[in-house]
């Protein structure tokens, strides 16, 4: 599951942002003091994603249907 939820969130969001909300710090390249910053980002572009996690699950249903 975490791997299609990464997969879907670096379609949605900046790669960057998907790394610290997947909390995949050791991927991170980023001063701490980016922490802040990354938190304002992932609070504006979750819902992007959760927009894109939801018309994927749409989708598969409808087409397990046909």
């Known amino acids: 599951m ?3 939820s990464w997969r ?3 379609w949605a969001l900046p790669r960057e942002v998907a790394k610290f909300i997947q909390s995949r710090f050791g991927e991170l390249k980023v001063p701490e003091a980016r922490y802040e910053d990354l938190l304002s980002e992932a ?3 979750y819902p992007k994603y959760l ?3 939801l018309r994927t699950i749409l989708l598969l249903s409808q087409r397990r249907r046909t």
């Open 2 to 4: 975490r791997k299609v």
């Open 8 to 10: 879907i969130m670096v």
């Open 43 to 45: 609070d504006k572009h």
């Open 51 to 53: 927009e894109k996690l």
